[in-house]
DNA sequence: GTCTATAGGCTGATAGAC
DNA sequence: GTCTATCAGCCTATAGAC
């Protein structure tokens, strides 16, 4: 099992969770760059495995997306679980990369741990859309055939979110907290809003206009969420 | 995956990869009550759907799990999707009411919602185990065949808690907050924490016994999600 | 690399005996 | 109400032409 290289050279066209999903151009069965479709085989399963799941996503509706003849799956990835696993490698890859990065910043905890939730954001919300749901996806799904590899990247982001935490209690600036509670309910908040992105919209969309409520964007949670846990783990005053 | 030809008489090997499961003593093929057979698919149901999702769950493990003939299951329920949505129903009902009884009570706001999350705790702990991934599940897969049925039960959740959280601003008790954001990211690492919960045992029981570290119980969750959202809410003295 | 055609398995549902 | 037997449809994967 290799370390699954993706060329990571073409930016995933940027569409939002709403994902009414600008279906990409690719009517022409015509010749074309076979990285392209590799490409464009990744793309469509991310958005496909991130609505419907594994089980929910056939190779079929796969192809037809990615605008590729069915049997490229199998040539290009082994099949249609090699395609997922791929999809997971590359989405989850560059969350780990930027959130490891906040390892090193220079900021107090408080300003540390905002930047972490303004990161899942950014990526949830414009970088990776997949993001959000594959992980709760698999997390929910204890027998998924590939949870286990997911681990390393979970460490990574469990041991940068602790890092924050624990320097923040040791500044004084952060009450005494279980770092992996604290964890648990802040990814916890930030992967359910943005995976639950989409149905929201679909909701809303089918209520009777009179009221109807606009649902709140990436930004506004975002800047709700760094609130409530700063404020949440704040040390107060008076207590020692 | 060779089927080897077992007289099926004998009782299906504990399967299923949660599946510690006390399973049903369902021997005989015996005439039993019908309600105990719908009883039986009820659970099972449950369990199945919960764990790997309205795709992922066969009638045949549906029927193998309820120690019941496959054929049942459109008998009593008119097919998988009908058992799928009665068990959304049976689900999401006792939920709903012990929800909405907290719009009575006469406590604090910041009271009222310590209540509002212990409930959830509880159900998702204790009486209902399925809630939490099931509804997870179903608010991430905006096409489901059941998501608007879901919409009643989240419209009286979302009712309630606003009911809450207004409260508490009008009393002087929470600073102004926006009643749907902080709904969805409560809710949210609730929904998290429970529906992950089997993952969560099981990335812990493979850990080498040098690195294992508990995971926390729900009722340990429950008091930092208390803590987190009161502190988090709080209107501080200082400011206006 | 891409495509067509097809194999072979599994799925959900039901007819009909009991 | 329950069971066995069976069917049609869809699914993933692949052989082989180009």
Same mark, same amino acid.
């Given at each position: 099992?290799?370390?699954?290289?993706?060329? !990571?050279?073409?930016?995933?066209?940027?569409?939002?969770?709403?994902?009414?999903?600008?279906?990409?151009?690719?009517?022409?069965?015509? /010749?074309?760059?076979?990285?392209?479709?590799?490409?464009?085989?990744?793309?469509?399963?991310? !958005?496909?495995? *991130?609505?419907?799941?594994?089980? $929910?996503?056939?190779?079929?509706?796969?192809?037809? /997306?990615?605008?590729?003849?069915?049997?490229?799956?199998?040539?290009?990835?082994?099949?249609?679980?090699?395609?997922?696993?791929?999809?997971?490698?590359?989405?989850?890859?560059?969350?780990?990369?930027?959130?490891?990065?906040?390892?090193?910043?220079?900021?107090?905890?408080?300003?540390?741990? /905002?930047?972490?939730?303004?990161?899942?954001?950014?990526?949830?919300?414009?970088?990776?859309? *997949?993001?959000?749901?594959?992980?709760?996806?698999?997390?929910?799904?204890?027998?998924?055939?590939?949870?286990?590899?997911? /681990?390393?990247?979970?460490?990574?982001?469990?041991?940068?979110?602790?890092?924050?935490?624990?320097?923040?209690?040791?500044?004084?600036?952060?009450?005494?907290?279980?770092?992996?509670?604290?964890?648990?309910?802040?990814? $916890?908040?930030?992967?359910?809003?943005?995976?639950?992105?989409?149905?929201?919209?679909?909701?809303?969309?089918?209520?009777?206009?009179?009221?109807?409520?606009?649902?709140?964007?990436?930004?506004?949670?975002?800047?709700?969420?760094?609130?409530?846990?700063?404020?949440?783990?704040?040390?107060?005053?008076?207590?020692?």
């Amino acid at each position: 099992m290799a370390r699954v290289t993706i060329s !990571e050279t073409v930016p995933p066209a940027a569409d939002g969770p709403g994902a009414a999903a600008p279906r990409p151009s690719r009517r022409r069965p015509e /010749r074309r760059d076979p990285a392209a479709t590799r490409e464009a085989l990744l793309q469509a399963g991310a !958005e496909l495995f *991130a609505l419907h799941g594994f089980d $929910g996503t056939s190779t079929d509706a796969l192809a037809r /997306r990615a605008g590729v003849n069915k049997a490229l799956i199998s040539y290009h990835f082994g099949g249609k679980l090699g395609l997922y696993r791929a999809i997971l490698a590359a989405t989850f890859e560059p969350v780990r990369e930027r959130v490891v990065a906040l390892r090193a910043t220079p900021q107090p905890a408080p300003e540390a741990l /905002r930047e972490f939730i303004a990161v899942f954001g950014e990526t949830a919300s414009r970088r990776q859309p *997949a993001f959000p749901a594959m992980l709760v996806r698999e997390l929910i799904t204890p027998g998924s055939p590939a949870v286990s590899e997911l /681990r390393p990247y979970l460490v990574d982001v469990l041991g940068t979110v602790r890092h924050i935490l624990e320097r923040g209690v040791r500044d004084g600036q952060f009450r005494e907290v279980d770092p992996l509670m604290t964890h648990l309910s802040m990814v $916890g908040a930030l992967a359910f809003f943005f995976a639950t992105g989409p149905a929201r919209a679909r909701i809303v969309a089918s209520m009777p206009p009179a009221l109807k409520v606009q649902p709140p964007s990436a930004d506004a949670f975002v800047r709700h969420m760094q609130d409530l846990m700063t404020l949440g783990l704040a040390k107060r005053p008076g207590r020692s």
